[in-house]
């Protein structure tokens, strides 16, 4: 496929539905087989909705949304912002402030492998820099192999964290993968694509799964 024309840029209120439909179909896609179809099924666009709106109207302290929008209109979603827990892996040098997370990156399905999620990726870490980490990590569902293969690709490497989701039954196995974010990695080239950052949140399974408690946000679900 063609990569898409992408801009990056902050969620306004009307973004909400979408952003929700982006969350339910990215998950219900990804996740069918490691959720269960009652919680997958059960996914409400308009709490959903609710969720979206209040993320974007009153966002948690020190988080930002992103949002991607091509020609047919947002097609994806990232969040990044303070580490819930420094990753193990970080030095005794590094302190904990300096350690930022990604919490989620969702893509609509029908905008799969179209450059969405790569432009997303790349928005997510220069706003992670701009905030001041030298370091991030994320979490993935441990079978997720395409968004594995995505985060390690670009230098996002397992670093040996692991956990069990208890919110689901059955529980979400995920692994963390972290990054130097000053280190030099070899990544896909984003000259292709015109996208731009503008200022613009928690964790969860997937592409890069963050699932925040109102339930708004998204986890990994196939960049």
């Keep these: 496929m063609t990569s898409a024309t992408v801009l990056v840029r902050s969620p306004v209120e009307r973004d909400a539905p979408r952003l929700a439909d982006i969350h339910i179909s990215a998950w219900r896609a990804a996740y069918r087989d490691v959720m269960s179809n009652e919680y997958l ?38 969040i990044v912002g303070p580490a819930e827990g420094a990753a193990e892996s970080d030095s005794e040098s590094a302190s904990a402030s300096a350690t930022g997370q990604l919490y989620a990156i969702n893509v609509h399905p029908d905008s799969w492998a179209q450059g969405v999620g790569s432009a997303l990726f790349a928005a997510a870490e220069e706003k992670l820099l701009s905030l001041g980490y030298t370091r991030a990590f994320l979490w993935v569902e441990a079978s997720n192999k395409r968004a594995i293969d995505f985060y390690t690709r670009r230098g996002w490497l397992d670093d040996g964290g692991t956990l069990q989701d208890t919110r689901f039954d059955p529980p979400v196995s995920e692994r963390r ?17 015109d996208f731009a950052t503008a200022a613009t949140r928690r964790r969860g399974p997937g592409a890069t799964e963050q699932r925040p408690p109102d339930g708004a946000d998204g986890g990994q679900a196939e960049p």
């Excluded at 974010?181 to 694509?193: D, K, M």
């Design 177 to 193: 993968h972290s990054r130097d974010l000053l280190s030099e990695v070899a990544s896909v080239s984003f000259n292709h694509l």
């Design 41 to 78: 099924d059960g996914l409400n666009p308009e709490a959903q909705t609710r969720g979206w709106r209040r993320n974007i109207l009153e966002p948690r302290p020190g988080t930002f949304h992103l949002v991607a929008e091509t020609d047919s209109g947002v097609t994806g979603f990232c």
